[in-house]
């Protein structure tokens, strides 16, 4: 076990909404107005067929670390659907169907640099950005550089963000040792089976490298 570490929750409901939950020790993952992180994020109204743009949500977070062999952020998932009708001709939503990418990292004035901060690989991109032609799901996975939601649940504990050391001062006294983190979530309106759903998606800051 990592002496330090944070760990976020991420539920996402039946109604199409994003749950977090946080509780952090050591190296920390906060909110941005540096407490515990604890939001709903809702997708809205997702009606199929009206626009080839995704409905899309994000999620931003502040890491802090000195461990003077860096820092990873790891993250794991699970999704479940429950289907409440006979399929009409639609598919039933997944965890494929749900773009999943990291679009900012904002240094703050007292973190060391330069730096050489790295998004894994799929998951560098902006799932609201990307535009469906068939007027269905424009994601495909993290190899073609789309990630969803289900390349994490492939591979638990998957490292999205890692970098070197932070600050020299990792405490949450201090409004200038941190990296804002904005992760974005993407979902096109489609004619899906009428299902509920949940989820859990957990980040995790350890050592690194």
Known sequence: MDLGRGIKRVICAAAGTLFLH???????LTDTADGVLSASIPFG???PGTSTTPS???VQ???????????KVRVSAIFNVTPTSVVPGGATISASDIGV??????IEPSVKTPRTDAIAAGFNYDPATVLAASGLSPYTDAASGRATL???????????????????NQGINS????ITVTVTFGLLGQFFTPATLSGVLTLTIVNGP
Do not use: C, M
Not at 22 to 28: I, K, M
Not at 61 to 71: A, H, L, P, V
Not at 150 to 168: E, R, V, Y
């Open 22 to 28: 946080s509780a952090a020790v050591a190296q920390v």
């Open 45 to 47: 109204n997702l009606t």
């Open 56 to 58: 899309s949500t994000q």
């Open 61 to 71: 977070f502040r890491i802090r670390s000195n461990n003077d062999t860096g820092y």
């Open 101 to 106: 990418g990291i679009t900012s990292l904002v």
């Open 150 to 168: 289900a390349d994490i649940i492939a591979n638990p504990n998957l490292t999205i963000l890692s970098g070197p050391k932070i600050t020299n």
């Open 175 to 178: 409004p200038s040792n941190f």
